[in-house]
């Protein structure tokens, strides 16, 4: 059916829809009550109590409903939206109304299956969700969804495993690619390496055999010796200024090209060693990739050259108190030291290490190379390892941690397997595509787990060591991901954003651009309005993620949220609050880790007070200050705000700015001499079902409230 919309001037007309669950709700929450209490409330025309009401019969039975008494606003209290609300927005669409008219009540994960020992106060807290639900129902509006168009030209930045491999996968889908390299051939640190481990391939033969696929396909054009100067614009409309200095036949020297999606594959390098082990100060002294150059040059292998006492050290730069493991230095320091004794099979081969990292193959390669005699020295962080030089000689000194005993290796060569950090253009890069990075200058993916090759700005992919290292097998499958994942726009020809997006009012705007610089999207824009008036923002809506943080940080409330306005939060306060506020707590609470948290602490049935009354927010930043302090001024026995668990955020760095004004807000409080007791605050991952139990314990007893 048509969406035929509502009147927004006609007067609401709001249905609710009591689900029993079978006896998961309505065995602990009295539901013929609750339905009752919703039909006495303002603007609620029609209520009716359900037994299943997810079910393909009773979603009949709403769509009746809706048309037979001509809602104009749906309320279902029922489970928890962040499984079914996408299943009963289709329903009121096919009813004929818009999906963004319909507002969710968990009346089961919140009450039935955390208060069931409790039956009056289980309902009564049902009929306060209700109530909540009704009035934002009351003043909700109509949305849709946004489209912006997107071609299929697509630019690979960086030439390396990971950058061929994506634009290779994206240029046999029939899309154009550009590929950028700073440097003046292909290749990237393969260039460098010898044998690919564990599988034993020959890297110099893998590597001719891509360079050879991509500068013959038709749909890539390489562009060497080139670096990124500028990006504007966004997905489906990037303008890339580029300077050349050296470049493929018929690659240009430079100027600007547009791009649809952008991948970024920029890979790694290893961290600076000097200073430490004597590199630098003796030939004999090398890192891992300087290794690979000489055994690659067959410089180690030449008869009589090869050295007859090797010694490789392990987690240089890495496992240390600064950073983790470098992920591939166990595998490749076995693979070198097995290539050595294979040159020189008298040569005594030692490498030293803290741990020993393997997997699946990687383990049985390990076994072999010890069967070779190679010998292993396990050391820590705090023992003593040095290498020195001795009348000209080289010896390491190590403390072995397993025998308790200290050593004195002689060598020939020494080997420093060191960490890695990103390539040197990273910070360059990210300052022009608004990428986030760490201080070893890897990118960060928009989320470990819901984003894991995509960046914040849309159309804009992470592919291979760019992100962190890892060995080649991995680089190649995260390039193709990366690839697929710029794909789908292309595919699809436009992308679409949901209707929960940012509205501006620009009457009182003072362009402090404040939101423009804060939206972790870039979603936002300054745009002229008039010569000589100072630029105002623009929202480009398929950008939005509706996440809120620029309507809680405007200083002039210019800025609103489809379907989370301050009016509609703040009304839901003044439900939650009418009766009873000094016992109560408001909860303002992330839709993704956060109320996740809450659901499992609903399906592990754990008991906890049910003083609380949740406020569901896309993401904890939009909880303004002066949600918080028309909670307290209602006299609120206490406010929660509960978002994602750092560093983890579905809208990026939103719990970091919700953090931020919190503090800033409590010594605004104190000042005015509020109880700052009174507002908590808790940090969630959607696993934390205890801790969001706890958390509610603790509070209730911390304030004094009866439970």
Known sequence: MTDKGADMTEEPRVGVFVCDCGSNIAGTVDCPAVTEYAEGLEDVTFAEEGRWICSVDYLARMQEAIQENDLNRVVVACCTARTHEPLFKKTVKEAGLNPYLLEFVSIREQCS???????????????????????????????????????????????????????????????????????????????HVSEIAPEGVSAQELLREMIEKVTAHEGIDVLTGTEIQEVDGYIGNYTIGVSQNGSTEG???????????????????????????????????????????????????VEGNAPGNVVFINCVNSRNGERGCCAIGCSVGIKNAAALKEANPGAQVTILYKDLITVKEE????????????????????????????????????????????????????????????????????????????????????????????????????????????????????????????????????????????KMDLAECNSCERCAKNC???????????????????????????????????????????????????????????????GKIVAFVCHWCALGAVDIAGVGR???????????????????????????????????????????????????????????????????????????EVWLSAAMGPKWVETQKEMVAALGLES
């Open 363 to 502: 383990y049985a390669h390990l076994k072999e190379v010890m069967k070779e005699g190679v010998r292993f020295v396990r050391f820590s962080e705090d023992a003593r390892l040095e290498v020195v030089k001795e009348e000209g000689d080289l010896k390491v000194k190590v403390f072995d941690v397993l025998l308790g005993q200290e050593f004195t290796l002689p060598a020939d060569l020494v080997v420093l397997a060191t960490g890695f950090q990103g390539s040197e253009t990273v910070d360059t890069l990210r300052g022009q595509l608004k990428l986030s990075g760490n201080e070893d200058g890897f990118l960060q993916e928009a989320h470990v787990k819901l984003g894991p090759m995509d960046f914040p700005m849309a159309g804009i992919y992470l592919a291979g060591a760019a992100r962190n290292p890892k060995p080649l097998r991995d680089v190649r499958e995260e390039a193709l991901g990366a690839a697929m994942r710029a794909s789908i726009p292309m595919t699809n020809g436009f992308i679409e954003a949901e209707g929960i997006v940012a």
């Open 520 to 582: 972790p999207f870039g979603a936002i824009e300054m745009v002229e309005v008039e010569d000589g008036e100072k630029p105002k923002p623009h929202v480009l809506e398929a950008l939005c993620k509706g996440c809120g943080l620029c309507a809680a940080e405007c200083p002039k409330e210019c800025i609103q949220i489809v379907h989370y306005s301050d009016e509609q939060i703040l009304a839901q306060v003044d439900a939650a609050l009418a009766e009873n506020p000094e």
């Open 113 to 191: 299956w955390v208060h069931r020992n409790d039956k009056e106060k289980a309902t009564d807290k049902a009929k306060d969700l209700v109530k909540m639900g009704v009035a934002k129902a009351r003043l909700l509006e109509e949305g849709e969804e946004i489209r912006l168009p997107v071609k299929t030209e697509c630019l690979v930045v960086g030439g390396g495993a990971a950058g061929m491999t994506s634009a290779l996968a994206v240029a046999e889908q029939g899309y154009h690619v550009m590929l950028v390299e700073r440097e003046p051939e292909l290749g990237g640190l393969l260039r």
């Open 606 to 680: 754990a008991e906890y007070p049910s003083n609380v009354r949740i406020i569901r927010v896309m993401c904890s930043a939009r909880v303004a200050q002066d949600h918080v302090i028309t909670a307290l001024d209602k006299d609120a026995g206490g406010v929660l705000v509960a978002g994602c668990e750092f560093p983890t955020c579905h809208y990026i760095t939103g719990n970091y700015k919700c953090k931020d004004r919190l503090d800033r807000l409590r010594k605004k409080l104190e000042r005015k001499g509020y109880d700052t007791d009174r507002l908590w």
């Open 251 to 301: 690659s240009g020297s430079g100027g600007s090209f547009g791009a649809d999606t952008i991948i970024v594959a920029t890979g790694m390098r290893e961290i600076s060693t000097e200073g430490q082990h004597l590199w630098g100060e003796d030939p004999r002294v090398v890192t891992m990739v300087e290794l690979e150059d000489k055994m690659r040059s067959g410089e180690l292998e």
